[in-house]
């Protein structure tokens, strides 16, 4: 429950801070994606 309310409030604060720059929050979405693959890609396998 807490997790999904910060995960709310998160994304609310994001369309309130970027209300009319849609490409930036496509950006910000495309990077977080990156990182995360990332992040996995190197902990399913290590270098």
Known sequence: MP???????FFI??????P?????S????????LVLSLILGQTVFPA
């Open 3 to 9: 997790y999904d309310k910060a995960q709310g409030t």
């Open 13 to 18: 604060w994001c369309r309130i801070k970027f």
């Open 20 to 24: 009319h720059q849609p490409l930036l």
């Open 26 to 33: 496509y950006l910000l979405i495309l990077l977080s994606f």
